[in-house]
C-alpha cells in the first residue's frame, strides 16, 4: 500500500507513521501465518483509512488556498506508487520466468498487466477470492488494495474539486452520502457476491472517505485531554481486537471492516488533538514508538516485497513456512524495502536538482507502466514459454488436466438446478448397483468405478455437487440451498432398490471449517441411508497440499531441478488426516457402514507420494486424478464392492479329476 507519508515538516504526523507500521506489520504477519495474527488482512483497511485521510486533506488545503492542481497531484501519485512498483514487478517478473510453468506464467503475465494498467482488483476478482486457497499463490495477490487507491484518486478529487467550486456548503454532506452509499453496499452485496464486494471499489470507498471525513472536519476537534485519550484507546483497542479476532471465515468487508476502519479514523481523529492540550495522549505515545515508526517509513515498498517473497518461497519448498523461513522472509522483505525506500523512494520525492522534474516524472511513470504492460502482453502472446521445460516436466505438469471426463456432464458446478433426476448413470442401463454420493471429491471415483462398472455390464450413479458435502441437513451460514439439495437427494435415495452407496467428501476441509454443523448431518446421512437398506461405503480424506497451487507443478519443479518424480514427497498433516480418519471410522463403525482408509495408499509416516507408474496421482491440491482415483478403486474399492469368489475350492476339486 502507499503509505503516502508528509515529509517531516508543517502538518506531519508521525503517529500516522506508527498506524502505517501496525498495518503492514499485521499483513506481513497473517501472510508469513504466524499464529494469533488472524485477521492481519485488516491492516489493508487501515491503509485505505489512512490514505483517504491524506489525500483528502491535501487536496482540501490547497483547494482552500486556490492552489490546487490535478496534474499536479497526480504527479505526486506518480512519485509516491510507480517507481517502487516497476522495481518490484521487474524482479518478480524474472521470478516468474524462472520458476513458473507456463500455464503458471501466463496467469502471471495477466495479472502483471492488471497492475500495470491499476485495475488489478478487478482482475483478481474475475479470477479468484483473496481467501481461495488458489490465491496464496499469485505473486501480484497484493497489488490489488492499489488498484483501489488508483481508482479512487481517479474519481475522488475530480468529485471534491467539482464540489468545492460549484457547491461549497455541500462538501461535507457529498462525503458524508458517499461514505454511507459505500458502506451500504459494501454490507447488502456481501452475502450473495462476497468476492465482487472484496475487490471493487463501490463496496470499498467508505473506508477511504472514513478518512476524508476526519481529513475534512466533519467530526468536531476533541474538546479535552479526556475524549483524546478515550478515543486513541478505543480505536487501538478496535484495530487489535480485529487483528488478533478476525479469521478467514470472518464475513469481510461488510460491517465486520467497520471495527478496523472505525479504530483507525478514532486514532486518527484522537491524534488531532484537543484544542488548547499540546502533551501527545497515551495511545499517540504508543503510534509515534521509534520501532513502529521506522516499521511505518518503509512500509509501502514492505508491503510490495513481502508477498512475491512469501509465494515463490512456498512454490519451491511445496511446504507451509517453518519458523525459520518465516524469520527469514521478514528479515528479507525488510531489508529490501529499507533499501527501496533509501534508494529508490526518496530520490523519486524530491523535487528539482535534487530528483526529478515533473516532466521526467510523468514520462518516466508512464514509460515503467508501459513497459511492464508491454512485457506482459508479450508473455501472454508467448503462451508461457513451455520451451524453458523439456517435455519430461511438461507432461508431468499437464496432470492438472487429469480430471474426470465426465465433470462438465456430470458434476454440479456452482448455482443452477440441481436433483436427483439430473445426476448421471456411468455404464449400462440397468438399475445402478453402486451410487458415488459426495461433493467434488466424489467426481473422479465416479467415473473410475464406472469404468469397472462397464466390464461388468452393471452401472454407476454420479451424485456429486461442488462445495455441498453429503450430509443432511448441513447448511452455510446464511445459505440453505446444500440442505435443500441434500435434502432432495437423500429422500430418492431412501425410495429406491438398495445398493452401495460411496460417500466422498472433502472431509478435511468441512472438520476444519464447519466441524460443528458437518459431522452430525455426515452421520445422520450414514444412519437414514442404512436404514433404508443401502449398504454404506465411507472414503477417508484425501491427504491435502494447500501451500501449494497444484500438487502436479509441485511434482513438475522438483523434477525440473533435476529430481526423480518418484522421489517426490510432501508432508500431509498426518496428525490431523488420522484425526478425521477415526471419526469417520467410528462413525461408519456405529452403524454398521464400511470405512475405507485413502491416505492407506498415498502416504507413509508423516509424507504422501502423488506420483506412481508414471503418473501424478491429483489435479490440483487436494482432489485425485483420474489416473489416482483408478489406483485408488481398484486396490480398496472394487474388492469392497464386486469382491471376488473364493474358488479355492473349485480347483482342490478339479484336481482330482
Known sequence: MASHAAKPGAGYRPDLDGLRGIAVAAVVAYHLDLPFVTGGFVGVDI????????????????????????????????????????????????????????????????????????????????????????????????????????????????????????????????????????????????????????????????????????????????????????????????????????????????????????????????????????????????????????????????????????????????????????????????????????FVEQPFRQHGSKGFTSSAIFKGGTFGLGALAASAAILVGLNGMPQRFPDAVLQIAAAQADASPLREKCHFHGEGKRSYDDTCLIGDDVAPSVIVYGDSHGAEFSAALGEFAKARHASVRQITASGCPPAAGFTFPGDDRCQHYNDGIIDRLTSISPATVVLATYSLAWDREFPDRFWPSFERTIATLQAAGHRVVVLGPVPDLPEAPGIPAAVARWTAKGGDPNDFSFKYGAKRVHAVEARLSAIATAHGAVFIPVSSELCSDKRCKPYADGAVLYFDNNHLSMSGAQLIASRLLVPVIWPEPDISHLSSNSARY
Open 47 to 342: 491503509f485505505f483509512v489512512l490514505s483517504g485521510f491524506l489525500i483528502t486533506r491535501l487536496i482540501a488545503a490547497e483547494l482552500r488556498a486556490g492552489s490546487f492542481s490535478i496534474a499536479r497531484f497526480y504527479e505526486r501519485r506518480i512519485r509516491r506508487i510507480v517507481p517502487a512498483l516497476v522495481l518490484v514487478c521487474v524482479c518478480t517478473t524474472a521470478a516468474a520466468m524462472a520458476f513458473l510453468l507456463p500455464d503458471e506464467l501466463q496467469r502471471y503475465a495477466s495479472s502483471l498487466m492488471a497492475a500495470a494498467l491499476s485495475y488489478s482488483n478487478v482482475w483478481f476478482f474475475q479470477h479468484s477470492g483473496y481467501f481461495d486457497p488458489g490465491s496464496s499463490t499469485q505473486p501480484l495477490l497484493h497489488t490489488w488494495s492499489l488498484g483501489i487507491e488508483e481508482q479512487f484518486y481517479v474519481v475522488f478529487p475530480l468529485l471534491l474539486m467539482a464540489v468545492f467550486r460549484w457547491w461549497p456548503r455541500a462538501v461535507g454532506a457529498t462525503v458524508w452520502l458517499a461514505f454511507a452509499a459505500s458502506l451500504a453496499a459494501s454490507i447488502a452485496f456481501l452475502p450473495e457476491h462476497p468476492t465482487a464486494t472484496f475487490y471493487l471499489l463501490h463496496s470499498r470507498a467508505w473506508e477511504l472517505l472514513a478518512g476524508s471525513i476526519v481529513a475534512l472536519g466533519l467530526l468536531p476537534r476533541p474538546a479535552s485531554r479526556f475524549q483524546t485519550e478515550t478515543a486513541a484507546a478505543l480505536g487501538l483497542a478496535a484495530i487489535a481486537i480485529s487483528i488478533l479476532g478476525y479469521t478467514s471465515k470472518t464475513p469481510f468487508p461488510g460491517a465486520a471492516a467497520l471495527l478496523p476502519c472505525i479504530g483507525t479514523a478514532m486514532a486518527i481523529w484522537a491524534g488531532e488533538g484537543a484544542t488548547g492540550v499540546s502533551a501527545p495522549s497515551l495511545g499517540t505515545r504508543v503510534l509515534i514508538s521509534r520501532p513502529l515508526m521506522l516499521l511505518g517509513l518503509i512500509s509501502y515498498s514492505l508491503y510490495l516485497w513481502h508477498w512475491p517473497l512469501i509465494v515463490f518461497t512456498k512454490l519451491l519448498t511445496a511446504e507451509r513456512l517453518s519458523g525459520i523461513e518465516q524469520l527469514a522472509l521478514a528479515t528479507v522483505a525488510i531489508g529490501l524495502a529499507t533499501a527501496t525506500w533509501y
